[in-house]
């Protein structure tokens, strides 16, 4: 069953409205077997194209994922790189900014956690909270040091918006592939996911008195999503707005993104020269003596 991925690109400069984006979409796949069938299968792909990816050491691959809480991110990382080597693989979660990250421009903490050449680099969160919870909850910016602060007013949003995509113009140019994910939640499917975490005592740690908090401000964190992807989703560096109500479609979704993706680099192990054979053959013929 074919993922149509154009379905879930935001395209640059669209006038986005979440409410008209379904957070569940007919399954792609027909039954749970069908369903663990077609994960394995696209882990598999992955693990194979992750190792030309790192022989190749050409381009560096960032995934970063965005989402409301209990949209389901861990889950989606985890089930969808279980077969990558973590030799090749760096997840980087981004929670409040330590005194240090905090003398430094909201960009700096990310920059230090990029993935190198022929590395997979997974944001869980990323700077895009600067433009998301710093928005709702803006008095998060007077612990920052933001110059000028007082003056700026909504010209601040936009100023981040363009250093972002200045950033990611950078990262494309210089070999980082970027792709942006939001995994879409509904308020009432959060609910319900917030109620099992108290129901089943194994996830009562995921559950705080925050987080239920968080949820009086819903419309206004749909409104920083919906100016915030509309803003720095771009052909080099694109938003992805996944359907999250379904976990395993989600996942399904979300790793053809990373295969398409990395498909794209056209990853090949390096050719071996006409130097390099002549110096296995004389490998070769050394091996053989020690064993006779």
């Not at 379904?22 to 069938?37: I, L, Q």
């Not at 979660?93 to 956690?113: G, I, Q, Y």
């Not at 980082?176 to 108290?198: N, P």
């Not at 919906?226 to 080099?236: G, I, Y």
């Amino acid at each position: 069953m074919a993922i149509r991925l154009r379905n879930f690109r935001v395209t640059p400069e669209e006038q986005l409205d979440l409410k008209q984006r379904p957070t569940r979409v007919a399954p792609v796949y027909r039954s749970r077997e069908h369903y663990r069938e077609m994960l394995a299968d696209h882990v598999n792909r992955l693990s194979e194209l992750q190792q030309r990816h790192y022989a190749a050491n050409s381009h560096a691959a960032l995934f970063i994922f965005q989402a409301m809480d209990a949209a389901g991110k861990d889950g989606v990382i985890r089930h969808v790189m279980s077969g990558v080597n973590p030799q090749g693989c760096q997840v980087s979660s981004f929670k409040h900014p330590s005194p240090m990250e905090l003398e430094h421009d909201f960009l700096w903490r990310a920059t230090v956690r990029l993935p190198e050449r022929g590395q997979i680099g997974i944001f869980n969160r990323s700077y895009y909270e600067e433009v998301l919870i710093a928005r709702v909850h803006p008095e998060i910016l007077e612990g920052e040091g933001v110059p000028g602060l007082k003056h700026r007013g909504k010209k601040l949003w936009h100023d981040r918006y363009r250093s972002i995509l200045d950033f990611e113009r950078h990262l494309h140019a210089n070999g980082t592939r970027i792709v942006k994910i939001f995994l879409h939640l509904s308020k009432e499917e959060q609910r319900q996911r917030f109620l099992a975490r108290i129901d089943q005592p194994h996830k009562n740690w995921k559950l705080s008195p925050a987080d239920i908090e968080e949820r009086k401000y819903w419309k206004d964190y749909r409104q920083a999503y919906e100016d915030c992807m509309a803003a720095t989703s771009t052909h080099q560096a694109p938003w992805y707005i996944v359907p999250a109500d379904d976990k395993e479609n989600a996942r399904l979704i979300v790793s053809q993104i990373v295969l398409d993706t990395l498909e794209g680099l056209k990853p090949r192990f390096p050719a071996t020269t006409p130097e390099r054979e002549a110096e296995l053959r004389a490998i070769r013929a050394e091996l053989i003596a020690q064993g006779e």
